[in-house]
């Protein structure tokens, strides 16, 4: 049963325009999430999170809304570097302790 | 301050074989987790230890178990190979308290 949903597995964006990517999850219980960023042959990098007392969190070019009635959250990245060519993951977990469903990915491409 | 580091990085085995995987947590970490990463899919949680206890455990048979060790060290153990269990698994480490993991390069298991 997949909670955590990214239902676009490819984003290409040109060089200086915003990304945005999406994530929607089923389980309402679900009160922390998390946006990772993974190149290939490495681990996944923390990018940046949020908790269900918020709807908005910045960092840097990073932010992660959160519509909880929707059970939605989205990342945009502004403006989009071609170092951000990545496959991006949102995780969510009902507790404080790490248990967390990922998404299956959006391979983003910035292009020039 | 080193990472996460995993060993081994590859690994070839036969069904029915047993594997051992290895995880050094950063410095001061007393949390891992342990992740399975099947090609086109996002990590699914496995096990997570904290101060040497099991903390949490995901939807994986009985033949997948692991421990953590006084230096809060890890092993994962997979029993009787099967061909799906031909995957990267991640292992992840986090202070305890916080939500944020970091994660290591993993380990490429193939099962022929």
């Known amino acids: 049963d997949q909670q955590v949903k990214q239902n676009s597995p490819s984003l290409s964006v040109q060089e200086g325009r915003i990304s945005i990517l999406n994530c929607d999850y089923t389980n309402s219980m679900f009160d922390y999430f998390l946006w990772y960023k993974k190149y290939p042959a490495e681990g996944p990098t923390f990018l940046i999170s949020?908790?269900?007392?918020?709807d908005k969190n910045e960092d840097g070019r990073f932010t992660v809304f959160l519509n909880k009635s929707a059970k939605h959250l989205s990342l945009h990245i502004v403006p989009s570097q071609p170092g951000d060519s990545a496959v991006y993951f949102c995780?969510?977990?009902?507790?404080?302790?790490?248990?967390?469903?990922f998404g299956a990915g959006t391979q983003v491409v910035v292009t020039p | 301050d080193a990472g996460v580091t995993q060993s081994p990085t590859h690994l070839i085995k036969t069904r029915g074989q047993h594997v051992t995987l290895r995880c050094s947590p950063i410095s001061g970490h007393k949390s891992v987790s342990w992740y399975q990463q099947v090609l086109g899919q996002g990590p699914q949680f496995i096990f997570q230890?904290?101060?040497?206890?099991?903390?949490g455990r995901g939807n994986f048979p009985d033949r997948f178990s692991a421990r953590q060790f006084p230096n809060y060290s890890s092993e994962l153990n997979v029993n009787a190979l099967l061909l799906g269990d031909s995957a990267l698994y991640l292992c992840?480490?986090?202070?305890?308290?916080?939500?944020?993991?970091?994660f290591g390069p993993g380990t490429r298991l193939t099962v022929l």
């Open positions: 949020i908790s269900s007392i918020k």
């Open positions: 992840a480490s986090s202070f305890g308290l916080t939500n944020e993991q970091f």
């Open positions: 230890y904290y101060e040497k206890e099991e903390r």
């Open positions: 995780a969510a977990s009902a507790d404080s302790w790490g248990k967390f469903q």
